[in-house]
């Protein structure tokens, strides 16, 4: 009768957690993905609101493709918070694939003035531009991939022209 309590204590207690840690073991993990900004314009202009359109470059550097289902970032300026946004977007990366995705950006008029204050026409602007891609999962993928980026816009050569 030990000898039955035994292996039904090993059977149900000792070993389905040492199975749960073997299997995480199987899963391949997802590096995040490399992201760069392609475009920014802007598309209105509110008095309270600015609202911008962002195009971003997805790299997948995995050997397995995921699909986007949806994305929410943060876009700082010079080291100030400058505008946020989300998206319900389905795109498919191929593995070692590139895509880019457009986003709708929303910032205060104010986050917009913080951030390009002091300014000088000729200084290169410095980005940083982070936040979470929710894929399609599975088992044993993840759901959310945190991303970040930096980089500089080189302003030199743009002009404002007057009509």
Same mark, same amino acid.
């Not at 200084?123 to 999962?137: A, N, P, Q, T």
């Given at each position: 009768m030990r000898t $039955?309590?035994?292996? !039904?204590? =090993?059977?149900f207690i000792i070993l389905p957690p040492l199975l749960l840690n073997g299997c995480a073991g199987l899963g391949k993990?997802? +590096?995040?993905?490399?992201?760069?900004? !392609?475009? =920014?314009? *802007? $598309?209105?202009?509110? *008095?309270? &609101?600015?609202?911008? $359109? *962002? +195009?971003?470059r997805i790299f997948n550097t995995n050997d397995m493709p995921f699909e986007i289902k949806g994305i929410d970032c943060d876009l700082e300026l010079n080291d100030r918070k400058f505008a946020s946004g989300v998206a319900n977007t389905k795109i498919k990366i191929p593995a070692f694939g590139t895509t880019t995705v457009p986003l709708v950006l929303y910032s205060s008029v104010l986050d917009v003035l913080k951030?390009? $204050? @002091?300014?000088k026409q000729k &200084?290169?602007?410095?980005?940083?531009?982070? @936040?979470?891609?929710? =894929?399609?999962?599975g088992f044993l993928v993840p759901g959310i991939i945190p991303f970040r980026s930096d980089g500089q816009i080189s302003l030199e050569g743009i002009t404002a022209e007057n009509r």
């Open positions: $039955q309590l035994r292996y !039904a204590l =090993i059977i993990r997802l +590096e995040p993905p490399r992201i760069t900004l !392609a475009n =920014i314009q *802007v $598309q209105e202009l509110k *008095v309270f &609101e600015s609202i911008f $359109q *962002v +195009e971003i951030s390009l $204050q @002091g300014f &200084e290169d602007l410095k980005y940083k531009f982070s @936040g979470k891609i929710h =894929i399609v999962s």
